[in-house]
């Protein structure tokens, strides 16, 4: 394609969900009707996603496959001239995945919100908020300057606060405070290392500064352990990094369906590709010092998110299967973090194939307990496996099947998505980069091999009650004397099957993690040439 158009596709990205939301916000949304000015307001969040989306596939298709590691649809124009910052945007083979997955995901979120919006003020400030949050998150990943990937990291913390606190559920305002002040105390600090960056070196350019011959060699050893601890800070807040993570499940559980799909699918992810991004290319000795400390937490993260959902599995009537999937994300982001830790061409694709797998799988995860909830009326574990022993099984065949899939993906067999960045993750473990401490990762990738046990045993816990339903109650053998007879326990209520709006809205994210289970190098033929010139210093 056309350079020219590409750059028109990228920066339209961008520009589209701002002027929708923009629009949103208007007495009536432009071009659209509807019977009322919600129902309006909502399909004018349909049309806009939709739109970004169709302009995500076009960049997709016209991007230049043959060349995945160059950066492409690329826009490079002066800013602040005082202090060097440019808009400088462009995608190349690790940004372009999470690109079209964002703009992916907040389309099934506006689609499925149409259908059924959370209780909550007037849907225009959702509507505003959803698409404001879903332009902040393609900004960040598609700006090539340090000033404007904090901006863009920091457009998206406002509108998820509102969507938590507005039209989240219990215990929505704490949730909403906790997040808020989690993530900005995070920024920061990161924007203290971003500073450091650029004024060392003379720019804040990341193209200019991943080059081992450019401003990069500015930067001494001293400045580059400082700088990679503070930007590493911030963006271990927002991954998020045992344990730096205490904000991720109370926000996860209070936040509304789509602000959870939206937060698990693609805001966890700024955090991880800000390590792929910055940490690796521009500070990498720092990164070299630091890389054990950051294999460790995430080897821990991952056993302690395993045995936080086992824990909750087993509680009975306290555990929630909403806060079982959150405490689930704080195990798989574990697996990218020691991926990147690696600082291997082999870890660092396993964690950008994991981050994309788990966008798709845990987003499925959130849309369907969300659609339990409104079913059943709570997250429960012990009301949603029915005391009477008729659970999704019996009483909503292919909804209970549905979440089987989405449980065993989670799991990561072989087939699925779930599995190839897990596995990469590991293998990059098993031999790290040269310097690093093979014994030590060898430990982290025995304590990950642990965590994907643990994470069998809970999940495989979880569709046996929810889906197979619990175990009835024991009756007396025998009738009881001088009693009357015992009467048959009443019928589980009924529960709706997978409606026409949810097949639309889940089925993609059900196909595309099937293809990229059976079919793993059309992602893995994007990110590995990427990668390799990124870790290459640029060359």
């Not at 001293?222 to 993570?245: E, F, N, R, S």
């Not at 012990?382 to 099984?393: E, N, V």
Request: hydrophobic share 55%.
């Amino acid at each position: 394609m056309n350079p020219t158009a590409l750059q028109l596709l990228l920066a339209a990205l961008v520009v589209l969900p701002l002027l929708g939301a923009v629009g949103a916000l208007l007495p009536a949304p432009p071009g659209l009707r509807g019977r009322g000015p919600d129902q309006a307001v909502l399909r004018h969040g349909v049309t806009v996603t939709g739109a970004v989306l169709a302009v995500a596939i076009a960049l997709a298709a016209g991007f230049d496959h043959g060349h995945p590691g160059r950066m492409q649809a690329t826009t490079d124009i002066s800013w602040i001239p005082a202090l060097g910052i440019r808009i400088h945007l462009g995608v190349d083979g690790i940004s372009l995945p999470l690109v079209v997955l964002t703009a992916l995901l907040a389309f099934l979120c506006a689609l499925y919100s149409y259908f059924r919006m959370p209780t909550g003020p007037s849907p225009k400030a959702f509507v505003a908020l959803l698409l404001l949050l879903e332009a902040g998150t393609l900004a960040t990943f598609a700006v090539l300057d340090l000033v404007l990937f904090f901006l863009a990291f920091e457009t998206v913390l406002i509108p998820m606060y509102f969507l938590i606190a507005r039209w989240g559920g219990a215990q929505r305002q704490a949730a909403a405070w906790k997040f808020i002040l989690y993530t900005v105390l995070g920024s920061v600090v990161m924007l203290l290392g971003l500073l450091l960056i650029g004024v060392k070196s003379g720019t804040f350019d990341m193209v200019a500064l991943a080059t081992d011959n450019g401003p990069k060699a500015q930067l001494s050893h001293t400045v580059q352990l400082v700088a990679v601890l503070a930007v590493g800070i911030g963006l271990a807040v927002k991954t998020p990094l045992w344990p730096l993570h205490s904000w991720l499940p109370d926000a996860h559980t209070a936040a509304p369906t789509v602000g959870s799909v939206l937060l698990a699918g693609v805001l966890l992810k700024m955090g991880t590709y800000g390590f792929v991004r910055i940490a690796l290319p521009i500070t990498p000795d720092g990164m070299h010092t630091f890389a054990p400390y950051l294999g460790a937490f995430a080897a821990v993260g991952i056993v302690y998110g395993s045995l936080a959902c086992l824990a909750l599995v087993r509680k009975g009537a306290k555990g929630d299967l909403k806060r079982l999937i959150a405490y689930s994300s704080v195990g798989h982001m574990g697996f990218v973090l020691l991926g990147i830790a690696t600082m291997t061409p082999t870890g660092v694709n396993g964690a950008l194939f994991a981050n994309i797998a788990h966008g798709l799988i845990t987003g499925l995860l959130f849309f369907l307990v969300g659609a339990l909830k409104d079913r059943c009326g709570s997250t429960d574990l012990d009301r949603l496996a029915g005391r009477t022993g008729a659970a999704l099984y019996g009483r909503a065949p292919r909804f209970g099947g549905l979440l089987a899939f989405g449980a065993v993906a989670s799991l990561g067999i072989p087939g699925l998505a779930g599995f190839w960045g897990e596995m990469l993750a590991m293998f990059g473990a098993f031999r790290p980069a040269a310097g690093l401490s093979r014994p030590a990762f060898l430990t982290f990738m025995v304590l990950a091999g642990l965590g994907t046990l643990l994470t069998a045993a809970y999940l495989l816990l979880v569709v046996r009650r929810v889906c197979m339903g619990g175990t009835p109650a024991a009756t007396p053998a025998g009738p009881a004397p001088d009693s009357a007879p015992v009467p048959a326990p009443a019928p589980a209520p009924a529960v709706a099957d997978i409606a026409g709006y949810e097949y639309a809205a889940w089925t993609p994210l059900t196909v595309l993690t099937v293809l990229a289970g059976l079919w793993p190098a059309a992602l893995l033929g994007l990110t590995d040439p990427a990668v390799q010139q990124l870790l290459g210093g640029g060359k």
